[in-house]
C-alpha cells in the first residue's frame, strides 16, 4: 500500500509541477509517463496481492515473501525508470512480469499439494 501511496503522490507532484488539473491525463511528456507509470502498478496490484495471499498459506511464507519483495523491488524500478523514459522500463517490466509467473507456479505447486496429497 505504501508503494501504491508513493506512485500516487508522485503523479500529484507531476500534476502540480506541470499545472495539469485533474480529470486531464494528457500534457507534458513527463507527466504522461509518470501517470501512465502509476495506472500500470495499480493495475497490476489486486494480481499481485492474490498470489502472494496465495502462495504465502499453500506454499511457503518465507520464499512467498522474498518473491513479494523482489517483485516490489521491480515495480519501484520500473515506476522510476518509466518516468524518465518509456524504453527504460522494459527491463524491470519483463523482471516483474517473471516474478509474477513464479508466484503463480508457486501457488499452484502449493494449492496441488494441499489438494491432491493429503
Same mark, same amino acid.
Given at each position: 500500500? $505504501? /508503494? *501504491?501511496?508513493? /506512485?500516487?503522490?508522485?503523479?500529484?507532484? @507531476?500534476?502540480?509541477?506541470?499545472?495539469?488539473?485533474?480529470?486531464?491525463?494528457?500534457?507534458?511528456?513527463?507527466?504522461?509517463?509518470? /501517470?501512465?507509470?502509476?495506472?500500470? &502498478?495499480?493495475?497490476?496490484?489486486?494480481?499481485?496481492?492474490?498470489?502472494?495471499?496465495?502462495? =504465502?498459506?499453500?506454499?511457503?511464507?518465507?520464499?512467498?515473501?522474498? &518473491? =513479494? $519483495?523482489?517483485? #516490489?523491488?521491480?515495480?519501484?524500478?520500473?515506476?522510476?525508470?518509466?518516468?524518465?523514459?518509456?524504453?527504460?522500463?522494459? =527491463?524491470? *517490466?519483463?523482471?516483474? @512480469?517473471? *516474478? $509474477?509467473? $513464479?508466484?503463480?507456479?508457486?501457488?499452484?505447486? =502449493? #494449492? *496441488?499439494?494441499?489438494?491432491?496429497?493429503?
Amino acid at each position: 500500500v $505504501l /508503494f *501504491l501511496a508513493y /506512485f500516487a503522490m508522485q503523479v500529484i507532484y @507531476a500534476r502540480r509541477k506541470y499545472k495539469i488539473s485533474p480529470p486531464e491525463t494528457t500534457g507534458h511528456p513527463e507527466f504522461e509517463r509518470t /501517470f501512465r507509470a502509476q495506472a500500470n &502498478c495499480s493495475e497490476y496490484f489486486p494480481i499481485f496481492i492474490s498470489l502472494l495471499w496465495v502462495a =504465502g498459506i499453500f506454499f511457503h511464507q518465507g520464499v512467498t515473501a522474498a &518473491c =513479494g $519483495l523482489l517483485y #516490489l523491488y521491480t515495480r519501484l524500478k520500473y515506476f522510476q525508470s518509466y518516468a524518465v523514459a518509456a524504453r527504460g522500463r522494459l =527491463g524491470p *517490466l519483463y523482471a516483474s @512480469a517473471w *516474478l $509474477l509467473w $513464479l508466484l503463480v507456479g508457486l501457488a499452484l505447486a =502449493g #494449492l *496441488l499439494a494441499h489438494f491432491l496429497w493429503p
